[in-house]
C-alpha cells in the first residue's frame, strides 16, 4: 500500500504531486495541487485521473490511454492543455511513473507544473516568427537568410533556394562561405566580410557567387552585423541578389528593389516606408531621411500627405492616389515634393498595396526617387530645342532672304547689262554714221548737228540708268535713319522740287492728310512720294488733269495713297510694275529708266510697310503705301 507523509508533500510548492492506485483513482496529493488544479485534497479523493483533463481529452481517453503507456513503459513525460476546476486551461509538465511492491503494480505517482507563462512566450515567439515568414520566406527575388555568430547558416527563404539551389535540410548548418569562388577563400573573403559587418555595421559589395550545381552568377550582397536589445551581437542576416541579367533588365530589376527592398533599411539612393491602412507612416528608411530631411522619430505616426505641395492637398491627391493604389495594386507618377525644409523636388513615386498570404490587406509600400537632376536636364532640352528652333526660323527667313537677293540680283545683272548696252548702241551708231558723213562733202553741217544731238541723247539716257542703278543699289546699303518727320512739310518739299513738272502738266494737286507726323527717313521717303507723283505726272493724258494725295490712319500704320487720273495700268502688267526695269510703255512715248518703282517698293520694305496699285485701263491708278508703327501721337 502506497504512504506518504503529508507534511513532506506540502514542502513541494511548485509541483502538484499526485498518487493513484493501480485502478487509477486518486489516493492523496499535496496542497500545491490546489493552487494549480483548483481542486481541494477531499475533491480529488477517489476520483479518477481523468479529472485533470479537458472535457475533449476526457472523450478521446487520453487520461486512460497514458496511464496504460506508463504501466508498459514505466514512465511517460509530455505537455498538454489541463482543465482547473473552474473550467479555465493552463499548460501543464506531467510526468507519470509506475510504482511497484515486491514487484506487484500498486500504482502510479503524477508530478505536475504549471508552465503556462512559459508556454505563452514560445506561443508569441511564434508569432513573430510567422511574421517573419510573412515578409521574409515568401520573398524569392532575394535570398534573405541568418548566420550565427561565426557564419553558419541558420534560416533559409525560397528566394535563397532559388537563387543558390539549396534545399533547407542541404545548406542549414553549413559555413556561409561555401558560396564563394575559390579565389575569394584563398584571400579569407568571407571572414574580412563578417569582421566589416561588425566594424561598420554592415558590409555591401557586388561580386560573383556559386549555386548549388557550380555555376556563377553576379550576386548584390549585404550581411548586417545583428545585435538584440540589450546590444548583444548575436549574429549576420545576409541578404543576396542574382544580378546576372542586370545590364539587360535594369529597369526589371529596379522595379524589383522597389518592392522588396523594405527590409534593407540602409538603401540610401530610394525613400522606401511603409503606409498603414488609412495612409499614415509606420516605418521609415535612411533613403526617405536622406531624401525628404525628417528622422523616423519626426515622421512616425503622421500622414503621408505632409510631403505634397499645398494645392495637391486641398484636390485631395493623396487620398485619390491611395484609392488606385488599392483598386488597381499599383499607382505611379511623377511630381513635385515638398522636403522638410520647404524646398521642392521632382519624385517619382509607386505606391503598391500591400497584402499577406491569406489575402488581408495590411497596407502600402512607399518608394520615392529624386528626379531633380533629370527634370532640369529635360528643362534645360526643351529650352535648348526652342532656342535650336528660334534660330531655325531665322536662318531659313534669313535664307529665304539672301535667295530672293540673289534672285533679284539675276533678274538686275540681266536686264541691266540689256538696258545699258542699248544708248551705248546709240551713241556708237550715231558716232560712226558722223565719222562716214565728214568724209562726204556733200554733208550738211544740219545734218551733222542732228547726229551729234542723238547722239548726247543717248549719252544723257545711260547717264540718268547709270545715277537711277547707283540710287537702287545703294538703298540696300544705307542705314534707315528713323527721325520726326512733319507729313505737311515732307509733301510740301516734293511739290516744291516738282514745280516745273507740274506746271508743265497743268495737273491740279490736292493734298489730304489726318496726320501730322511719322517717324522714318526723311530723305528715303521724299524720294519715294517725288518717285510716285512723278509716275503720276509722266503717264497723265487727261483734259483736266487730276493728282490727289491722301495720308490716313489705318490701325498701327500710316496710310499714304496717290491717284491721278491717267491712262491706267493693265490687269495683267499691275502686278510687275514693281520690278526694276518693267515697262509698259516705251521710252519713246514715255521717257524713263524702268526703276523708279523698283526705288519705291524698296524704301517701303525697308520701313515695314506693303506698297500696292488699284487701276483701271482709260480711269487713272492709285499707289497706295503704308508704314508700320511710324505714328507719332
Known amino acids: 500500500m502506497l504512504i506518504s507523509s503529508d507534511s513532506f508533500l506540502d514542502a513541494v510548492e511548485e509541483y502538484a504531486l499526485v498518487f493513484l492506485n493501480a485502478q ?15 481542486f481541494s485534497r477531499s475533491e480529488l479523493s477517489g476520483q479518477p485521473f481523468s479529472i485533470l483533463f479537458t472535457d475533449e481529452d476526457k472523450t478521446l481517453k487520453r487520461g486512460e490511454d497514458q496511464l496504460s503507456e506508463t504501466l508498459k513503459t514505466g514512465k511517460r513525460s509530455s505537455e498538454s492543455w489541463k482543465a482547473k476546476k473552474d473550467g479555465s486551461r493552463y499548460w501543464a509538465a506531467m510526468s507519470l511513473s509506475s510504482v511497484y511492491e515486491h514487484n506487484v503494480h500498486i500504482g502510479f505517482t503524477v508530478i505536475v507544473k504549471d508552465i503556462t507563462e512559459r508556454k505563452l512566450a514560445e506561443l508569441e515567439i511564434k508569432k513573430r516568427e510567422e511574421r517573419y515568414r510573412l515578409i521574409v520566406e515568401s520573398v524569392k527575388d532575394y535570398g534573405i537568410f541568418m548566420l550565427d555568430t561565426k ?7 525560397d528566394g535563397a533556394e532559388r537563387i543558390k539551389g539549396y534545399k533547407r535540410d542541404e545548406i542549414i548548418g553549413k559555413h556561409f562561405s561555401v558560396f564563394y569562388t575559390a579565389p575569394d577563400l584563398e584571400i579569407g573573403k568571407p571572414a574580412m566580410e563578417l569582421e566589416t559587418a561588425i566594424e561598420t555595421g554592415k558590409y555591401e559589395e557586388e561580386g560573383w557567387r556559386i549555386r548549388k550545381n557550380g555555376s556563377l552568377f553576379w550576386a548584390n550582397v549585404v550581411i548586417t552585423a545583428l545585435y538584440n536589445e540589450g546590444n548583444e551581437f548575436i549574429g549576420y542576416s545576409k541578404v543576396t541578389r542574382d544580378l546576372s541579367e542586370k545590364k539587360h533588365e535594369d529597369e526589371l530589376l529596379r522595379q524589383s528593389e522597389e518592392r522588396y527592398r523594405l527590409l534593407v533599411e540602409q538603401v540610401r539612393d530610394y525613400g522606401i516606408f511603409m503606409l498603414d491602412e488609412k495612409g499614415r507612416i509606420i516605418s521609415w528608411n535612411e533613403g526617405a531621411k536622406r531624401m525628404k530631411g525628417y528622422t523616423a522619430k519626426e515622421i512616425i505616426g503622421k500622414y503621408f500627405s505632409i510631403f505634397y505641395p499645398e494645392e495637391d492637398k ?27 525644409d520647404g524646398t521642392m523636388f521632382w519624385a517619382n513615386v509607386v505606391i503598391t498595396a500591400i497584402y499577406n498570404e491569406k489575402g488581408v490587406f495590411l497596407g502600402y509600400s512607399k518608394v520615392t526617387r529624386d528626379l531633380t537632376e533629370r527634370k532640369e536636364a529635360e528643362v534645360a532640352l526643351k529650352e535648348s530645342r526652342e532656342k535650336y528652333k528660334l534660330l531655325a526660323n531665322q536662318l531659313k527667313e534669313t535664307n529665304n532672304h539672301l535667295a530672293s537677293a540673289n534672285k533679284e540680283l539675276e533678274e538686275f545683272t540681266s536686264i541691266a547689262s540689256h538696258d545699258l548696252q542699248e544708248p551705248v548702241r546709240t551713241v556708237k551708231s550715231f558716232l560712226s554714221l558722223i565719222e562716214k558723213k565728214l568724209s562726204d562733202p556733200n554733208t550738211s553741217a544740219e545734218e551733222l548737228k542732228t547726229y551729234i544731238q542723238k547722239a548726247i541723247k543717248g ?31 515732307l509733301i510740301g518739299e516734293v511739290l516744291q522740287n516738282l514745280k516745273s513738272n507740274i506746271e508743265a502738266s497743268c495737273a491740279t494737286i490736292d493734298v489730304d492728310t489726318e496726320v501730322d507726323y511719322i517717324k522714318g527717313d526723311r530723305i528715303q521717303l521724299m524720294q519715294l512720294v517725288q518717285n510716285l507723283l512723278t509716275n503720276s505726272l509722266k503717264f497723265i493724258e487727261a483734259k483736266t488733269p487730276e493728282i490727289k494725295i491722301k495720308c490716313r490712319l489705318h490701325g498701327h500704320s500710316v496710310l499714304f495713297s496717290v491717284s491721278d487720273n491717267g491712262i491706267g ?9 514693281f520690278e526694276i526695269f518693267r515697262r509698259e510703255h516705251t521710252a519713246m512715248k514715255y521717257p524713263g529708266t524702268g526703276i523708279g518703282l ?25 499707289f497706295y503705301f503704308t508704314l508700320n508703327d511710324n505714328i507719332i501721337p
Not at 557564419?151 to 527563404?157: D, V
Not at 484636390?315 to 515638398?338: C, H, M, S
Request: hydrophobic share 30%; charged share 30%; glycine share 8%.
Open 151 to 157: 557564419g553558419h547558416i541558420l534560416t533559409w527563404n
Open 598 to 622: 523698283s526705288i519705291c517698293k524698296k524704301i517701303v520694305e525697308r520701313h515695314k510697310g506693303k506698297i500696292w496699285i488699284e487701276s483701271d485701263l482709260g480711269k487713272g491708278t492709285t
Open 24 to 38: 487509477g483513482l486518486i489516493q492523496s496529493c499535496n496542497k500545491a495541487t490546489y493552487s494549480i488544479t483548483g
Open 569 to 577: 495700268i493693265s490687269k495683267d502688267n499691275q502686278s510687275k510694275v
Open 314 to 340: 486641398l484636390n485631395d491627391r493623396p487620398a485619390g492616389e491611395l484609392k488606385v493604389a488599392r483598386q488597381e495594386g499599383k499607382y505611379e507618377e511623377e511630381g513635385w515634393r515638398v522636403r522638410k
Open 459 to 489: 549719252s544723257n539716257r545711260m547717264k540718268e540708268l547709270i545715277l537711277n542703278l547707283l540710287q537702287y543699289a545703294q538703298l540696300s546699303k544705307e542705314e534707315v535713319a528713323f527721325e520726326e518727320i512733319n507729313v505737311s512739310e
